[in-house]
């Protein structure tokens, strides 16, 4: 297939090598040019709209609902009966109003960070027309290791702050028990120790915990667009009149981390709020 990639971050360029390598032709897009280039077998575009002519399929895979918004405004004149495939992680808000502009969206938000979208490995929770399915099917088993049908366009959105929600989880009380270890003069080391393989371990808290241990935080997954997840968990959480306390403390701890200069590092960076 002819595939348009937009956004060549962190997710996205690894995700349009990934398609280039299953043999599809792909052409990518990104705001700060040279992030597009030098992509192995991906072609790079001056611009959206030079990307998208002529694609079977478009993917989004930009930085929040603002950008998807304003890159695929541009996209629009030229998608010529493409499928759009918004792979960002957006919202369900946001996802409806795009669904209004664009008919046939595809709503396919990613489980998975850098490292398995390198090696083709995500998760793909898609949502749209049945019509798209087997069209789009052969680019998600190019970036992914399984995709989950889940409906109409919207519900791939909803599962994914559902799934973020836990995340952020997981993340902040891994950050507060090893700042705690610090603080009491435990070795952080043998708390993971501990825990490792039984009933309360995670491969999440080896891998992350190593990295706030070191204070070391080259992003997989950027700390401001954690802090925008648990908003658009929060905001869909309030339209619901629901209260996630826990959630609302996490987002103002991460919000501290941002603030004190943490934004484009790893979200493993929140712990560096404990001290702030
Ligand atoms: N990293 C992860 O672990 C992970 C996992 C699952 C889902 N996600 C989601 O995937 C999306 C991308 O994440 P990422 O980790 O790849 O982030 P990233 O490396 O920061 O990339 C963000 C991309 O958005 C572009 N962008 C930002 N604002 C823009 C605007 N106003 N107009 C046009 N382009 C704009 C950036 O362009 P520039 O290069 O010019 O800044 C860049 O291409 C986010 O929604 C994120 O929440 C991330």
Known sequence: MRVAVLGTGIMGAPMARNLAAAGHEVTAWNRSAEKAEGIEGVKAADSVAEAVRGADA????????????????????????????QTSTIGPEATARLAEQVPGLVDAPVLGTKAPAEEGKLIVLA?????????????????????????????????KLVINTWLL?????????????????????TFLDAIDGGPVGAPYANLKGKLMIERDFPPSFPLELALKDARLALAAAEEQGLRLGALAAI??????????????????????????
């Open 58 to 85: 478009v993917i989004t895979m930009l930085a929040d609902a603002d950008a998807v918004e304003a890159v695929v405004r541009e996209a629009r004149p030229a998608l010529d009966g493409a499928s759009l495939v």
């Open 127 to 159: 949502s749209g027309p049945e019509d798209a399915r087997e069209r789009v099917d052969p680019l998600f088993e190019a970036i992914g290791a399984k995709t989950l049908w889940l409906g109409e366009a919207g519900a791939g959105s909803r599962l």
């Open 169 to 189: 989880a997981l993340t902040e009380g891994l950050a507060e028990a090893i700042a705690l270890a610090e603080a009491l003069d435990v070795d952080p080391q």
């Open 251 to 276: 987002a103002e701890q991460m919000e501290r981390a941002v603030e004190a200069g943490h934004g484009k590092d790893d979200m493993a960076a929140t712990i560096q709020a404990s001290r702030a």
